[in-house]
Each structure stands twice: as C-alpha cells, then as structure tokens.
C-alpha cells in the first residue's frame, strides 16, 4: 500500500467540470470525502471492488466515482459544479469489508489523501 495522492482541483466557473484522481487506490473500498471552510467532511462518493457505488444526496446525477484497477486509481468527475461544491477534496481507503451503503461514513477509513483544492467561482 501506497499513499494516497490526489490531483486534479483547480479553479472552475460554475457549470464546468474537472476530474479528480487518486492514485495507490488498491483498497477495497475507496471513497471521496470533502471539507468545505467551516463545515464539516463529508462523504461525497464511495465505491466498492465489484463497482457499486454510493453517492451523497447532493451530488447524484453530477459526480461518477470510478476506479481502473489496472492503474491503482480511483476517480472523480464532477460536471455541473455550483459554488457550494468548493472543498478540499480527500481520497480515503479501508482495509475492511462492508456494505457500500456504508461508505460515506469516516470511520471506516484508515487511509487518506491530502487533499485537493476545488474551487468554483459563481
């Protein structure tokens, strides 16, 4: 197991779209978290080693987590992006196994990323 690394924020206007991507992506259950200023993390995406997935409330039908198990990496696109989308974005990993219906919760991870900075500009 690798670190985790994250890549791809930036700065986009309103209705644009960026991918993230987070390599040494090689757990089980893999995940996209976020922290915007002055809130809380929380679980954006998470998908498990057979591909289901699950997805926050706010984002389902704007951002696809996918993973390509051949280059250890896990993704993030996200179309569509609003303001209130702007957050420091982690890659988090899990050694255990459970329901992806469990996966927007922190607890289950024991690895994370950095962070990358999405910033979207009304």
């Known amino acids: 197991q690798g670190e985790l690394a994250e890549s791809g924020g930036g700065s986009v206007q309103a209705g644009g779209s960026l991918r993230l991507s987070c390599e040494a992506a090689?757990?089980?259950?893999m995940a996209w978290f976020r922290q915007g200023a002055g809130k809380e993390r929380e679980g954006v995406a998470a998908?498990?080693?057979?591909?289901?997935?699950k997805y926050t409330d706010s984002v389902k039908g704007q951002f696809t987590i996918s993973r390509d198990y051949g280059k250890s990496t896990l993704y993030l696109q996200m179309d569509g992006l609003k303001p209130e989308d702007s957050a420091l974005y982690y890659c988090?990993?899990?050694?255990?196994?459970?329901?992806?219906?469990?996966?927007?919760?922190?607890?289950?991870?024991?690895?994370w990323g950095q962070g990358t900075q999405v910033t979207v500009s009304s």
């Open positions: 998908i498990d080693a057979v591909g289901q997935t």
């Open positions: 988090a990993a899990s050694s255990l196994v459970f329901a992806v219906e469990e996966g927007l919760a922190q607890r289950w991870y024991n690895r």
């Open positions: 090689t757990a089980y259950q």
